[in-house]
């Protein structure tokens, strides 16, 4: 898909709180953005609070949940991948008649098939939902390996996220949590929300069980010397364009690893650190050669696909030694 068409298509929404004590506004609001449920205040009604804070990151959605008195949940889950990242108490209870069991430190994944029953959630539960599209995660590992997969994707139902690539996928949703706390953070930009959400993807691929995993986890060929011009080509013509290296790849006709170590070899560098490389010249020229006082640091950055002014800066001075408004100052006095 090229860039301006997923970007077009790219489903989101800024982050929203909700919370209500009313049992069924809580189903109504779960039907909506996550599945239909049954839930059940077992503990007579006292103290029942649902709260939940909650976006949607392209294919998926993602929520901070709690209930504040002991209940009991089922549902059926037909359409999606479900992932659980238990903040405080337990999730305990069974996925297709198996049993499962998850805490902080230890998350669970539901597959997009078969009834889910949580017959005791205690009241000191909080837990991030990742809502997953399945046919999004299916994608996301034929781009990494540069080829379709058979059969149905079926990842382990549970994840360490103490350790190892489970625990640095816990600190990225950590941030996508803490982002959805700034009302106008950089998680409602179409550009960076796409980007996590490619992120959150590949980092439950690499941290859970499945099929695949280990021809994930082994090197790929670099791309051919031709493929990776191609995209050279590309970036230098139109460096302007939020390419993602998702986008990169699929123009390459290769898997994103691939393209990645196509790059390394032949260019030095990974494809978006020399798509920054390329974006931050157009930059420098375009400010060093400045001759009227209507161009901003500001204007220069977004125009070459900077988002992110403090970032940029620290960048720009990285490579030439100046802040980009001292470079500025100097042409237009």
Same mark, same amino acid.
């Given at each position: ?8 298509? +790219? ?45 949607? !990151?392209? &294919? /998926? ?23 659980? /990242? @238990? ?11 198996? @049993?499962?069991?998850? #805490? ?16 005791? *959630? ?14 999004? *995660? ?18 382990? &139902? ?13 600190? *990225?949703?950590? !941030? ?9 953070? !950089?998680?409602?930009? @179409? ?5 996590? #959400? ?9 941290? $859970? ?12 060929? @670099?791309?051919?010397?031709? #493929? ?14 939020? +390419? $993602?290296?998702?986008? !990169? ?19 030095? /560098? ?56 001292? $470079? *500025? ?5």
């Amino acid at each position: 898909m090229d860039t301006d068409t997923e970007r077009k298509n +790219f489903s989101s929404f800024r982050p929203v709180s909700f919370q209500t004590s009313d049992v069924d506004e809580t189903r109504a609001f779960c039907r909506e953005f996550f599945h239909p449920l049954t839930l059940d205040v077992t503990s007579g009604g006292d103290g029942f609070t649902f709260d939940i804070t909650a976006t949607r !990151l392209g &294919p /998926m959605t993602i929520g901070d949940i709690g209930f504040g008195a002991e209940t009991s949940l089922a549902c059926e889950y037909r359409s999606a991948y479900q992932l659980n /990242m @238990p903040l405080a108490g337990r999730l305990d209870g069974e996925h297709s008649g198996q @049993p499962f069991s998850a #805490s902080p430190g230890r998350g669970s994944l539901y597959n997009p098939e078969g009834p889910v029953r949580l017959p005791r *959630l205690g009241a000191d539960l909080r837990v991030m939902v990742v809502k997953i599209d399945t046919a999004a *995660l299916v994608a996301e590992l034929e781009s990494l390996l540069g080829h379709a997969i058979r059969g149905p994707l079926r990842p382990a &139902p549970d994840i360490d996220f103490a350790t190892g690539p489970g625990r640095s996928l816990a600190r *990225l949703l950590a !941030l996508v949590r803490a982002e959805m706390d700034n009302p106008d953070g !950089l998680i409602t930009q @179409p550009l960076l929300a796409g980007r996590l #959400s490619h992120s959150v993807l590949t980092g439950l691929l690499m941290a $859970t069980d499945h099929p695949y995993r280990e021809e994930l986890s082994r090197p790929a060929p @670099p791309a051919r010397p031709r #493929s990776v011009q191609h995209v050279v080509d590309a970036i230098e013509a139109t460096p302007d364009v939020p +390419f $993602t290296v998702r986008d !990169l790849a699929n123009m390459a006709g290769v898997s994103v690893r691939s393209l990645q170590e196509g790059f390394r070899e032949y260019v030095g /560098m990974p494809p978006m650190a020399y798509l920054r490389r390329v974006r931050l010249e157009r930059v420098h020229a375009d400010m060093s050669a400045a001759n009227g006082r209507s161009e901003t640091v500001a204007s220069v950055a977004h125009r070459w696909g900077f988002t992110h002014l403090g970032r940029f800066a620290q960048a720009y001075r990285a490579v030439y030694g100046d802040l980009p408004a001292q $470079t *500025l100052r100097r042409r237009t006095g």
